[in-house]
């Protein structure tokens, strides 16, 4: 991966995360109206991304669970923002695909509206890992979230799924453009971390930055 773009992790940092993530997450429920989030007592971090981007089987794969969160072929199946929790430290959020999904053009009205109110609003929000498919790099509504979390101020952090599909070189090419976009975006994260749920690549980072955020 391209290094400037790359964070390093030592051993006691990966031990953390590896620890973090071998105690069972459960699901806690699914929220479509802010009126009804749960109480905001711990360290939250989402993850978000257009439909079809790999989300759920990123997840499944980071808790080591297969059906934690549901999988389909069908684009824009997660129709609320589904929170999961590791006792009472952490929640992680699972948000609804954008970009694309078979349902009625309200019903997708409702998503985003729903998205941005959360991101807007969510004190106890420390990062979104904003999920983009490394075959295809950041997309016109990928910007559109990005540019709403810089004025929210809410920190994101680009993490690219898929990474397995495409050559070394390929991916290297990706996040050096993905890396020159992020630059001009102020509550952007500045590393990059690829990913593959099927070959578990990067997953050991990525479970290391959720729990330096759950030190901090």
């Not at 089987?57 to 929170?83: C, D, H, K, M, Y």
């Not at 910007?143 to 070189?169: F, G, N, P, W």
Request: hydrophobic content about 40%; overall charge positive; charged content about 25%.
């Amino acid at each position: 991966m391209t290094a400037r773009y790359h964070r390093e992790f030592d051993e006691d940092a990966l031990r953390a995360g590896e620890h973090l993530f071998r105690q069972p997450f459960e699901f806690v429920m699914g929220v479509v109206s802010l009126k009804t989030l749960p109480a905001a007592d711990r360290t939250e971090i989402a993850f978000a991304g257009r439909s079809n981007v790999g989300k759920s089987s990123l997840l499944n794969a980071l808790v080591g669970r297969s059906g934690l969160a549901r999988t389909s072929n069908t684009p824009g199946r997660t129709q609320e923002i589904n929170f999961f929790t590791r006792g009472t430290g952490l929640y992680i959020v699972d948000m609804p695909g954008y970009g694309y999904a078979r349902v009625s053009k309200s019903r997708v009205k409702a998503w985003t509206a729903l998205i941005r109110d959360y991101l807007r609003g969510r004190a106890s929000l420390k990062r979104v890992f904003l999920l983009i498919d490394s075959r295809h790099g950041i997309k016109p509504n990928d910007l559109e979230i990005m540019k709403l979390m810089d004025t929210a101020a809410v920190s994101y952090q680009i993490v690219l799924t898929k990474a397995d599909k495409i050559k070394a070189r390929e991916l290297d090419q990706v996040i050096e453009a993905v890396g020159k976009i992020m630059s001009k975006h102020p509550a952007a994260y500045p590393f990059i971390i690829a990913t593959s749920a099927r070959k578990g690549l990067g997953l050991d980072a990525l479970r290391a930055e959720i729990s330096d955020l759950c030190e901090e």
